[in-house]
């Protein structure tokens, strides 16, 4: 009797390394989706951490007085390892007088990373794009 349960034990078990594959197979697509999802939010939260941080930045110069060029050069270097090229800086009153607020709007246009933004036209209709204006203000009173 435990000669002929071996013998089934083994057949099933041969049997079976095809639908762990198959298994595997349908499995595999849904995790790196989520995978993909998670190194896009990462890096878009970082991205948004940086365009926060920088128009801080730019404002506390231009509170203390600085032209509107130094200002946007600083928000420009705080950026870190963001694309320049889609970075838009607005700097708004810094020649006003003691007591009025001196206005920093950074803009930053981040593409998704990953194949997440295909993704998403194909679900979406293409009403979902694959990018994100991420955008930040700062306003600081003048000395």
């Known amino acids: 009797m435990l000669a002929i349960l071996r013998r089934i034990i083994r057949r099933t078990g041969k049997r079976e390394g095809g639908q762990s594959l198959v298994e595997f197979a349908l499995v595999l697509p849904i995790f790196l989706l989520v995978l993909f999802a998670i190194v896009d939010f990462g890096m878009a939260f970082h991205a948004w951490i940086a365009v926060t941080n920088s128009a801080r930045e730019g404002a506390r110069l231009g509170a203390v007085r600085g032209p509107a060029t130094e200002i946007e ?5 705080t950026t ?4 320049q090229a889609n970075l838009t800086v607005t700097v708004t009153n810094a020649e006003g007088d003691p ?39 700062a306003d600081m009173r003048l000395e």
């Open 73 to 77: 050069q600083r928000v420009r270097d």
């Open 80 to 83: 870190g390892t963001l694309d």
């Open 99 to 137: 007591g009025d607020s001196v206005i920093v709007d950074v803009s930053y246009a981040y593409s998704l990373m990953t194949p997440m933004a295909d993704l998403l036209a194909l679900v979406s209709g293409g009403t979902i794009s694959d990018s994100l204006t991420l955008s930040s203000t």
